[in-house]
C-alpha cells in the first residue's frame, strides 16, 4: 500500500513538473538556474522567426578563407512578438534566439546556392532591466556549438564586444531590428527607430 501510494504521487509530483516546464515552454519567459545561468530553451524553433542572414561579419570580422558563409536565423518568443506589433518595442523578458547553422553546397538536387546545415552555435539576448540594469537593460548568452551545446550559459562580461555593438549601431532598443524587414517597417510606423540610429555607421 505504502509503495502504490509513494508511485502515484511521483506521479502526480511528475506530471505536475511536466505541466510547469510545459507552460514555461510556451511562454517563452526566460528561466534561470540557482546559479543565475540562462537555461537554453528547447522549443526556440516554435517561436517566431524573424530572419536569417547568410555570411554575415562586423567591423573588422571576415569570413575565414575557403569556407563558406554561415546562416545566421533569428527567433523571438511569440508574446514578445505580439507587444512589438502594437507598440514597436521590445517589453521586459524579451527573449531571441541566434541560431547559426553551417551552409552546404550541392545537397541532393540542388546546385546552385546555400542550404542549411547542422547547427554550428547558439546565442541569446534577453532583455531584463532589474537583472541587467549595469548593462543596458540586457543580457547575451553564448550556450557554445553543436558538440558542446551548454544546457545554461552565464551572461557574457560587460567587457564583451557585443554589448558596445548594439547599444551603438542597433535600429530600436539594442535590436538589429533593421535586419528585420517587416518588424523594421512596424518600428518606422510606430515612430520607434533610435533617433541615434545611422544605418551607414561602421563599428
Known sequence: MMRTLFGVTFCVWAVMALTSLSAQQSTGAPAYTAEGKLVRPLDYRSWVFVTSGLGMTYGPAQPAGGQPPMFDNVFVTREAYAEFLRSGTWPDKTMFIL????????VSINNG????GDVALIEAAVKDTTRFA??????????GGRDRLAESAAPLPSTARCYA???SHTAVDNTFVQFYPELF??????GTVKATYDPNRKP
Open 165 to 167: 555593438c548594439h547599444s
Open 99 to 106: 541560431e547559426i547553422r553551417r551552409a552546404e553546397t550541392n
Open 113 to 116: 546556392g546555400h542550404t542549411q
Open 185 to 190: 517597417a512596424v518600428a518606422k510606423a510606430k
Open 134 to 143: 549595469s548593462t543596458g537593460g540586457w543580457g547575451y548568452f553564448d550556450f
